[in-house]
T-cell receptor, first 115, second 109 residues
Framework: DAGVTQSPTHLIKTRGQQVTLRCSPISGHKSVSWYQQVLGQGPQFIFQYYEKEERGRGNFPDRFSARQFPNYSSELNVNALLLGDSALYLC??????????????FGEGSWLTVV | QKEVEQNSGPLSVPEGAIASLNCTYSDRGSQSFFWYRQYSGKSPELIMFIYSNGDKEDGRFTAQLNKASQYVSLLIRDSQPSDSATYLCAVTGGFKTIFGAGTRLFVKA
């Protein structure tokens, strides 16, 4: 079975532009989370979606938004890009959000560079 | 206070030794605890999870959890150069999994 798939793998954007990152979870997984990881730090929680509803949001500005589709895939959108948004964006999926089945599995990530 | 704290290292151990990685967390309501390994330029991969107090062993890896002390650890026995990576501690509470900054481990051949 395929793992978590993300696209694109690498992209370069200019300050002020908008970017959309895409994620397909592991088959059977209904929850998708997004994380931002900058060099030398651990992944920082951005969003979690379960059954197409936002269930959690980290400390990120409103420029960051996401959604989950009926097939459980997800998109992360970032508007008005800043240089500081340059990072590895990780998508993770889990079966559900409960105490059992909440183990998250990461995709390979999308490397975003803002110039 | 950070929600999940780890010593950034680097931790350097000789090949064949035991590597001990530690993590503390602040939310007493946390219920699930995870260790991930991340090689440079790659995404994190799950090593182990633990839910209950005590030890859990999987091959060369042992996770230890002490909820009273809000402490999680990972022991790697017979460390190999291929174990050289950053190890991330993660804690789940509610709808989010929070990660520490990671500990860099170097295993010297």
């Amino acid at each position: 079975d395929a793992g978590v798939t993300q696209s694109p793998t690498h992209l370069i954007k200019t300050r002020g532009q908008q970017v959309t990152l895409r994620c397909s979870p592991i088959s059977g997984h209904k929850s998708v989370s997004w994380y931002q990881q900058v060099l030398g730090q651990g992944p920082q929680f951005i969003f979690q979606y379960y059954e197409k509803e936002e269930r959690g949001r980290g400390n990120f500005p409103d420029r960051f938004s996401a959604r989950q589709f009926p097939n459980y895939s997800s998109e992360l959108n970032v508007n008005a890009l800043l240089l500081g948004d340059s990072a590895l964006y990780l998508c993770a999926s889990s079966i559900n959000t409960g105490n059992s089945g909440n183990t998250i599995y990461f995709g390979e990530g999308s490397w975003l560079t803002v110039v | 206070q950070k929600e999940v704290e780890q010593n950034s290292g680097p931790l350097s151990v000789p090949e064949g030794a035991i590597a001990s990685l530690n993590c503390t967390y602040s939310d007493r309501g946390s219920q699930s605890f995870f260790w991930y390994r991340q090689y440079s330029g790659k995404s994190p991969e799950l090593i182990m999870f633990i839910y209950s107090n005590g030890d859990k062993e999987d091959g060369r890896f042992t996770a230890q959890l002490n909820k009273a002390s809000q402490y999680v650890s990972l022991l790697i026995r017979d460390s190999q150069p291929s174990d050289s990576a950053t190890y991330l501690c993660a804690v789940t509470g509610g709808f989010k999994t929070i990660f520490g900054a990671g500990t860099r481990l170097f295993v010297k051949a």
